[in-house]
T-cell receptor, first 113, second 112 residues
Framework: NAGVMQNPRHLVRRRGQEARLRCSPM?????VYWYRQLPEEGLKFMVY????????ESGMPKERFSAEFPKEGPSILRIQQVVRGDSAAYFC???????????FGPGTRLTVL | SQQGEEDPQALSIQEGENATMNCSYK?????LQWYRQNSGRGLVHLIL?????REKHSGRLRVTLDTSKKSSSLLITASRAADTASYFC????????????FGQGTILTVHP
């Protein structure tokens, strides 16, 4: 039973480009969470999605950031017109039920030049 | 202090010793989870303890929860060099779903 998959593992973008991060939850999990970790800090919640629905995006910047979890395929976190401050590790987690154990992927490390 | 704050920030011990890390939080919770993160890697889930539980064990790990003091502790017994990592507690803030709030973490170094 494969764990949470994220790709790419490392992503380098120049300022102004778009970054697209993918997350495939564990088999059978329909709850997906995205978190961001800045250097030397803990994780910060960004967005919570269930299939085809955004449940809570209170941690996501209002501009340039968007997330989706389509009926088929992985969850996508999209960052448009990246800036240096977007450089961080982005982690996806999934759970079978809400308020249940969240299993994390290996993360995508975004570097903006 | 912020929700899910760990103490100490850093802990250095010798192999074979026990390591205790504490976590304090502010709001009510449904559950509290402990995670481990090796440098530059993803998070590994260690234990979930529910608000109606006081203690939980998993191998060399023991977690306690005191909801009256809004605190939890993680004890690692007979530590090994491989236990060297950052340890985070995460709370759900009593939310109707599992949005987690993480602390800054405790950096544990176990010297061989």
């Amino acid at each position: 039973n494969a764990g949470v998959m994220q790709n790419p593992r490392h992503l380098v973008r120049r300022r102004g480009q778009e970054a697209r991060l993918r997350c495939s939850p564990m088999k059978g999990h329909s709850h997906v969470y995205w978190y961001r970790q800045l250097p030397e800090e803990g994780l910060k919640f960004m967005v919570y999605l269930q299939k085809e629905n955004i449940i809570d995006e209170s941690g996501m910047p209002k501009e340039r950031f968007s997330a989706e979890f389509p009926k088929e395929g992985p969850s996508i976190l999209r960052i448009q017109q990246v800036v240096r401050g977007d450089s961080a590790a982005y982690f996806c987690a999934s759970s079978l039920l809400d308020r249940d154990t969240q299993y994390f992927g290996p993360g995508t490390r975004l570097t903006v030049l | 202090s912020q929700q899910g704050e760990e103490d100490p920030q850093a802990l250095s011990i010798q192999e074979g010793e026990n390591a205790t890390m504490n976590c304090s939080y502010k709001t009510s919770i449904n559950n509290l989870q402990w995670y481990r993160q090796n440098s530059g890697r993803g998070l590994v889930h260690l234990i979930l303890i529910r608000s109606n539980e006081r203690e939980k064990h998993s191998g060399r790990l023991r977690v306690t929860l005191d909801t009256s003091k809004k605190s939890s502790s993680l004890l690692i017994t007979a530590s090994r060099a491989a236990d060297t990592a950052s340890y985070f507690c995460a709370t759900d803030g009593g939310a109707s779903y599992g949005k987690l709030t993480f602390g800054q973490g405790t950096i544990l170094t176990v010297h061989p």
